[in-house]
């Protein structure tokens, strides 16, 4: 197979960082599998280990430490350089998308079937894996931590093992947090840019510049957004029409997003990570929790039925640890479940009924609008992801002495940023469907209920609970 050839130096800075990035595939690829190495260690080694007591720091216990990496500095970290550079943690060090394209190197394949290409999974799988960790205390636990990261690992190397050659399927379609990526990658001020009108030239030229083995399957020419990329560099200068640019954080969201609906990423913004993954966090304070549990316990005890108060379940389907004075009662378990589903439903909600009376307001109904607009939120959305995964990054860090300083501060700024980005983009958006300044000042006056319901759900968890 012609395969296509390093590009010539550029005298563009971020040119030149993109073809840095191709000219040295061979040290990223070594670097990725001293992050598998790193990965595996610190998933694997705490399973042998006995559970930290209450004297354990991360300096004296690699339980604590292996904790801290992955829930403390690994996923909050991810998620804001994501949104500072665009995936470049996917292509270039995610240790799961190495492990699927090398199962992919060497596996049977297989083409893709359709069922797998649908375009709902990765936000069902962010669903799923958000559930099932909260049941069972993935945080705080190296055993469900093995058991979702492993697991997970596990199936990218088996769908790469399957289907593609030399390719990132599991990536692609299947990833539970890939969706969330691809959201976060659309703030990014970086993305590899291709210009259809030089990628033209190259064809009436007669240019046969050979084959770029993308990874994550993007389909270069017709690629507008950063979502799907992996800023791996793999086609950096590929015919003259592909290099590494800036761009305006606004860009996507105000000029692409809004051109090919995508459902699925409007249920993640909407109920995912304005809703469930709100309830996630928020259940172990919220008072509402306690009450509810406090009255289906009494109502129970009332009817005589104590069973489901005094029984447990194993640790793979709900938090069992009596050695550390940790059970979930099968009530606990049923309560908890409904709080993030009815946080998921009610947020949910409540965020649609904001943005779809924002779309009534610049016009006629318009289901393209509803999810260009919903778009909108992805600043407030990734905000708060960010702020309660670095939450437990706080509380880690200060069990051991570690006070970081002006936190509350920084919360509050970075909320204020958030929706501050996300009133800008929504009067954008606004103009291109309508001329009339009072549509708009309407429409942003229904969006600003939805700010509030993002913003203050974080309001509630660390200023009011």
């Given at each position: 197979m012609n395969m296509y050839h390093a590009p010539p130096l550029r005298a563009d800075p971020?040119?030149?960082?993109?073809?840095?990035?191709f000219r040295h595939r061979r040290h990223i690829q070594m670097a990725q599998w001293v992050v598998v190495g790193l990965y595996l260690a610190l998933l694997v080694v705490p399973l042998?280990?006995?559970?930290?007591?209450?004297?354990?720091?991360?300096w004296n216990n690699l339980t604590r430490f292996?904790?801290?990496?992955?829930?403390?500095i690994w996923w909050p970290f991810v998620i804001l350089v994501t949104a500072l550079v665009g995936r470049m943690w996917c292509g270039l060090l995610c240790p799961e998308g190495s492990l699927s394209e090398f199962a992919s190197r060497h596996g049977r394949g297989g083409a893709i079937p359709k069922w797998l290409q649908w375009s709902g999974w990765p936000t069902a799988a962010f669903a799923l894996t958000t559930v099932y960790g909260q049941m069972t205390s993935v945080y705080q636990y190296p055993k469900p931590a093995a058991l979702i990261l492993g697991g997970s690992t596990v199936a990218a190397m088996a769908v790469g093992y399957a289907y593609g050659r030399n390719k990132r399927v599991w990536c692609r379609y299947l990833c539970p947090v890939g969706g969330v990526f691809a959201l976060m990658a659309k703030l990014a001020p970086l993305h590899f840019r291709s210009d259809p009108f030089l990628w033209r030239l190259s064809q009436q030229r007669g240019e046969k510049p050979g084959v770029v083995e993308c990874a994550p399957l993007v389909p270069l020419r017709t690629m507008r957004g950063a979502g799907d990329c992996h800023m791996c560099g793999r086609c950096s200068g590929f015919r003259g029409a592909i290099f590494l640019a800036r761009r305006s954080p606004n860009h996507e969201i105000i000029h692409v997003a809004g051109t090919v609906p995508k459902p699925a990423e409007t249920v993640l913004i909407l109920a995912g990570l304005l809703g469930l993954a709100v309830g996630a966090f928020h259940w172990s304070a919220s008072p509402w929790f306690i009450s509810a549990k406090q009255a289906l316990g009494g109502f129970l005890i009332d009817?005589?039925?104590?069973?489901?108060?005094?029984?447990?379940?194993?640790?793979?389907?709900?938090?069992n640890y009596p050695e550390r004075n940790?059970?979930?009662?099968?009530?606990?378990?049923?309560?908890?479940?409904?709080?993030?589903?009815a946080s998921a439903a009610t947020l949910g909600a409540m965020l649609s009924?904001?943005?779809?009376?924002?779309v009534r307001c610049l016009g006629r109904w318009d289901g393209r609008r509803f999810h260009h607009l919903t778009q909108t939120l992805i600043p407030l959305a990734g905000a708060g992801l960010f702020l309660g995964l670095s939450a437990m990054t706080v509380t880690q860090l200060r069990s051991d002495g570690i006070v970081i300083p002006f936190v509350a501060e920084a919360r509050a700024g970075l909320l204020l940023l958030a929706a501050t980005w996300s009133a800008c983009l929504g009067w954008r958006v606004g103009g291109l469907y309508t001329e009339s300044p009072g549509r708009r000042v309407g429409s942003m006056a229904c969006l600003a209920f939805a700010w509030t319901v993002a913003a203050g759900s974080w309001i509630l968890f660390f200023w009011v609970w």
């Amino acid at each position: 197979m012609n395969m296509y050839h390093a590009p010539p130096l550029r005298a563009d800075p971020w040119r030149r960082v993109g073809d840095w990035l191709f000219r040295h595939r061979r040290h990223i690829q070594m670097a990725q599998w001293v992050v598998v190495g790193l990965y595996l260690a610190l998933l694997v080694v705490p399973l042998l280990l006995p559970l930290p007591d209450r004297t354990a720091t991360i300096w004296n216990n690699l339980t604590r430490f292996a904790q801290l990496m992955f829930w403390g500095i690994w996923w909050p970290f991810v998620i804001l350089v994501t949104a500072l550079v665009g995936r470049m943690w996917c292509g270039l060090l995610c240790p799961e998308g190495s492990l699927s394209e090398f199962a992919s190197r060497h596996g049977r394949g297989g083409a893709i079937p359709k069922w797998l290409q649908w375009s709902g999974w990765p936000t069902a799988a962010f669903a799923l894996t958000t559930v099932y960790g909260q049941m069972t205390s993935v945080y705080q636990y190296p055993k469900p931590a093995a058991l979702i990261l492993g697991g997970s690992t596990v199936a990218a190397m088996a769908v790469g093992y399957a289907y593609g050659r030399n390719k990132r399927v599991w990536c692609r379609y299947l990833c539970p947090v890939g969706g969330v990526f691809a959201l976060m990658a659309k703030l990014a001020p970086l993305h590899f840019r291709s210009d259809p009108f030089l990628w033209r030239l190259s064809q009436q030229r007669g240019e046969k510049p050979g084959v770029v083995e993308c990874a994550p399957l993007v389909p270069l020419r017709t690629m507008r957004g950063a979502g799907d990329c992996h800023m791996c560099g793999r086609c950096s200068g590929f015919r003259g029409a592909i290099f590494l640019a800036r761009r305006s954080p606004n860009h996507e969201i105000i000029h692409v997003a809004g051109t090919v609906p995508k459902p699925a990423e409007t249920v993640l913004i909407l109920a995912g990570l304005l809703g469930l993954a709100v309830g996630a966090f928020h259940w172990s304070a919220s008072p509402w929790f306690i009450s509810a549990k406090q009255a289906l316990g009494g109502f129970l005890i009332d009817i005589g039925w104590l069973a489901p108060l005094e029984q447990a379940l194993p640790w793979w389907l709900l938090t069992n640890y009596p050695e550390r004075n940790d059970v979930l009662t099968v009530v606990d378990g049923a309560l908890l479940l409904a709080y993030m589903l009815a946080s998921a439903a009610t947020l949910g909600a409540m965020l649609s009924l904001s943005v779809a009376l924002s779309v009534r307001c610049l016009g006629r109904w318009d289901g393209r609008r509803f999810h260009h607009l919903t778009q909108t939120l992805i600043p407030l959305a990734g905000a708060g992801l960010f702020l309660g995964l670095s939450a437990m990054t706080v509380t880690q860090l200060r069990s051991d002495g570690i006070v970081i300083p002006f936190v509350a501060e920084a919360r509050a700024g970075l909320l204020l940023l958030a929706a501050t980005w996300s009133a800008c983009l929504g009067w954008r958006v606004g103009g291109l469907y309508t001329e009339s300044p009072g549509r708009r000042v309407g429409s942003m006056a229904c969006l600003a209920f939805a700010w509030t319901v993002a913003a203050g759900s974080w309001i509630l968890f660390f200023w009011v609970w």
